[in-house]
T-cell receptor
Framework: GESVGLHLPTLSVQEGDNSIINCAYS??????FIWYKQESGKGPQFIID?????DKRQGQRVTVLLNKTVKHLSLQIAATQPGDSAVYFC????????????FGKGTLLTVNP | SAVISQKPSRDICQRGTSLTIQCQVD?????MFWYRQQPGQSLTLIAT?????????ESGFVIDKFPISRPNLTFSTLTVSNMSPEDSSIYLC???????????FGSGTQLSVL
């Protein structure tokens, strides 16, 4: 759902299920995207990135999909584990912008054992 | 990836005082940035720390309030000046390593202003 004020979108899944976290980005000139994971009390941790000349990139248990037509990014986590519980942020950048990242609102993922 | 150390990890400060946050990287990096994360919110870029010259500030952030230093390729400081409770946030250092586009973050400084 949409975030209002201090409320983050939330996603609750069962352990072992696959998770899909979505992000709509705003700048059609953005050509590089990163997903970060932020656990409570910690800084954002790099998960995976993708350039705009790709529409899919896979890592270990994670896949990022990019749809430039509708300016949409998603992060898929396979076989979600309790350690995946965190806030996930997408971030966009134009590589000609001196590496200034614009962050999305974030999604709180809760994995139930 | 670069190892980024931020000090202090947290602090509680009085209104009207200033706090300087340090960011130390274990290797030379091309770019360093400072972000703010207000409670329950996403991250917002404050400024790009330029080595040997004045920082480049984003809209809504000014040097008098957030002076930044970057004396070399591995170290930067951010000062939060004349603090008010509205400055209570997490302040994060970010770096771009020498190769590639990836940007990494420190663990942040949790600041509370009373």
């Amino acid at each position: 759902g949409e975030s209002v004020g201090l409320h983050l979108p939330t996603l609750s899944v069962q352990e072992g299920d696959n998770s899909i976290i979505n992000c709509a980005y705003s700048n059609s000139a953005s050509d590089y995207f990163i997903w970060y994971k932020q656990e409570s009390g910690k800084g954002p941790q790099f998960i995976i990135d993708i350039r705009s000349n790709m529409d899919k990139r896979q890592g270990q248990r994670v896949t990022v999909l990019l749809n430039k037509t509708v300016k949409h990014l998603s992060l898929q986590i396979a076989a979600t584990q309790p350690g995946d519980s965190a806030v996930y942020f997408c971030a966009e950048m134009s590589l000609g912008s001196n590496y200034k990242l614009t962050f999305g609102k974030g999604t709180l993922l809760t994995v139930n054992p | 990836s670069a190892v980024i150390s931020q000090k202090p990890s947290r602090d509680i400060c009085q209104r009207g005082t200033s706090l300087t946050i340090q960011c130390q990287v274990d290797s030379q990096v091309t770019m360093m940035f400072w972000y703010r994360q207000q409670p329950g919110q996403s991250l917002t870029l404050i400024a790009t720390a330029n080595q040997g010259s004045e920082a480049t500030y984003e809209s809504g952030f000014v040097i008098d309030k957030f002076p930044i230093s970057r004396p070399n390729l591995t170290f930067s400081t951010l000062t939060v000046s004349n603090m008010s409770p509205e400055d209570s946030s997490i302040y994060l250092c970010s770096v771009r390593a020498r190769k590639g586009e990836k940007l990494f973050f420190g663990s942040g400084t949790q600041l509370s202003v009373l």
